[in-house]
């Protein structure tokens, strides 16, 4: 996962508009970007900083958010329980 990681990391943020604008691609590739959190995020920050918003103006993209946020933690407790029960076996 070291190697991967950053790759990974790198390649979501760019699908996600973190390094260019989500506005500036096609409407299939903004589709796609949204399927990433980051794509959220920056939708959520370009909201308060550019649009002049409040929380109520990010309140969808902080609940896409949370749902990402969910599932993933979800996930990630999968291989957590599986590498904590055979070291508590072992």
């Given at each position: 996962m070291n190697?991967?990681?950053?790759a990974l990391g790198i390649g979501l943020?760019?699908?996600g508009g973190c390094v260019w604008p989500l506005a500036?691609?096609?409407?299939w590739l903004r589709g796609a970007g949204h399927t990433v959190p980051h794509a959220w995020a920056v939708d959520a920050w370009t909201?308060?900083?550019s649009r002049n918003g409040d929380l109520a103006?990010?309140?969808?993209?902080?609940?896409?958010l949370a749902g990402f946020a969910l599932v993933l933690l979800a996930l990630a407790s999968i291989p957590l329980r599986r590498r904590l029960t055979a070291a508590s076996t072992a």
């Open positions: 190697a991967v990681g950053p943020g760019m699908l500036l691609v096609p409407d909201t308060l900083l103006s990010i309140l969808r993209e902080l609940a896409m």
